[in-house]
């Protein structure tokens, strides 16, 4: 099974509440990932998993935390949405070797109101 | 920082016609790989090659790593072609990392 599961597919958030996705693989894939994407811009690393070393893009460091519990699952934690958090939130995994393709799931497709 | 600009923004062609997608980056990469996505929908990964030309159906990758350039080739076009076509690099930085273009959004009409 190479698929990235992501759940819910759809979130509706009130801005100030938190919000919690979740993202699972079965490929025992080292690498997991978070991408925000807006419409019209390109898909933007939010922070990657390797094991269970988490590392953050610099100029995104305090809006997103996660969590991997276990090699399968990771989360995206927004602590106090804010409207400019309405995007689509792509997780994706891999093995983390150069060369490794990475592996998309659906999406899940936050708004913030 | 590493840069990937994608040509054109936007295209519309007649069914039948072919399409070439252009992908450059700023730096040496080790891999560029395509990906598909219809309006509001995921990314579907089409192609992924770190050099040279790869096949599936009527869609050919050529990357020339050297050149910093990689194209995706779509040959006699269809309707259901229309969506956003992006590329992704991986840079030789071995931090595991992708940096997309902003994608090319194709229509392809009857």
């Known amino acids: 099974d190479t698929t990235v599961k992501q759940n819910p597919r759809y979130k509706l958030a009130r801005v100030g509440k938190p919000v919690n996705l979740i993202c699972s693989q079965t490929m025992n894939h080292d690498t997991m990932y978070w991408y925000q994407k807006k419409p019209n811009q390109a898909p933007k690393l939010l922070l990657f998993y390797y094991d269970k070393i988490l590392n953050r893009e610099a100029d995104t460091f305090e809006k997103f935390q996660s969590s991997r519990p276990n090699n399968s699952f990771c989360s995206l934690y927004i602590g106090s949405a804010g409207l400019e958090y309405s995007a689509m939130y792509l997780c994706?995994?891999?093995?983390?070797?150069?060369?490794?393709?990475?592996?998309f799931g659906p999406g899940t497709r936050l708004t913030v109101l | 920082g590493q840069q990937v600009q994608q040509s054109p923004a936007s295209l519309v062609l007649q069914e039948g016609e072919n399409a070439e997608l252009q992908c450059n980056f700023s730096s040496t990469a080790t891999r560029l790989q395509w990906f598909y996505q219809r309006p509001g929908g995921s990314l579907v990964s089409l192609l992924s090659n770190p050099s040279g030309t790869k096949h599936t159906g009527r869609l050919t990758s050529t990357t020339v790593t050297k050149e910093r350039r990689g194209s995706l080739h779509i040959s006699s076009s269809q309707i259901t072609d229309s969506g956003t076509y992006l590329c992704?690099?991986?840079?030789?930085?071995?931090?595991?990392?992708?940096?997309f273009g902003a994608g090319t959004r194709l229509k392809v009409i009857a």
């Open positions: 994706a995994s891999s093995t983390g070797a150069t060369y490794a393709e990475q592996f």
């Open positions: 992704a690099m991986e840079f030789n930085t071995g931090n595991y990392k992708y940096v």
